[in-house]
């Protein structure tokens, strides 16, 4: 069974400054994708970044950065530059693997609030 | 990336009724997701809808209390049935896109059972 663990209920940052939030998964599998999401108040989720499990580099996307140990089976979130609209909840996720025969869902983790102070 | 349009985006609903959620895609697609996010709590998939073929269910989640429908590659319901305040939930439909098989998601639909 897949896993994914934030062990962040909640996390706080000051305007302009980089932070990073925690994901680690279980997977025996090979193949995998991993992904996080932004959820705001209005509750629509929003897709940041993805990582495959075969990709070499880290995966960036503008401010936001994939921080890939695949030894460790961590997938942190680095935001850097904060700004107030980042104040959100963030999911890691985890996408089975196709050969599972439950292509393409995702596990979630428990997510973390992340809270950008001025 | 994918334009989801779901809807309704909210409603308040009375015990024992039934509300009916729909997800539009901007372009085909071969499935589509449901999930649930109760109140403080991370996204639970209900189920994922094939076109043309009946609908495969997580782990507690049935038919009766969450039909399904997926008449075309481009849209999906999913009903709530005999509802209790139990089911006030935030229901989202997903669907993977080309590359890289990223989940888009859509609005949400913010439901209250009173």
């Known amino acids: 069974a897949q896993k994914i663990t934030q062990t962040q209920p909640g996390m706080f940052v000051q305007e302009k400054e980089a932070v990073t939030l925690d994901c680690t998964y279980d997977?025996?599998?090979?193949?995998?994708?991993l992904f996080w999401y932004k959820q705001p108040s209005s509750g629509e989720m929003i897709f940041l970044i993805y990582q495959g499990s075969y990709d070499e580099q880290n995966a960036t996307e503008g401010r936001y950065s994939l921080n890939f140990q695949k030894a460790r089976k961590s997938a942190n979130l680095v935001i850097s530059a904060s700004q107030l609209g980042d104040s959100a909840m963030y999911f890691c996720a985890m996408r089975r693997p196709i050969s599972s025969g439950s292509a393409r869902q995702l596990t979630f983790g428990s997510g973390t609030q992340l809270t950008v102070l001025p | 990336s994918a334009v989801i349009s779901q809807k309704p985006s909210r409603d308040i609903c009375q015990r024992g009724t039934s509300l009916t959620i729909q997800c539009q895609v901007d372009s085909q697609v071969t499935m589509m997701f449901w999930y649930r996010q109760q109140p403080g709590q991370s996204l639970t998939l209900i189920a994922t809808a094939n076109q043309g073929s009946e609908a495969t269910y997580e782990s507690g989640f049935v038919i009766d209390k969450f039909p399904i429908s997926r008449p075309n590659l481009t849209f999906s319901t999913l009903t709530v049935s005999n509802m209790s305040p139990e089911d006030s939930s935030i229901y989202l439909c997903?669907?993977?896109?080309?590359?890289?098989?990223?989940?888009?998601f859509g609005a949400g639909t913010r439901l209250s059972v009173l």
């Open positions: 997977t025996s599998d090979q193949s995998y994708g």
């Open positions: 997903s669907v993977s896109g080309r590359a890289k098989n990223i989940q888009y």
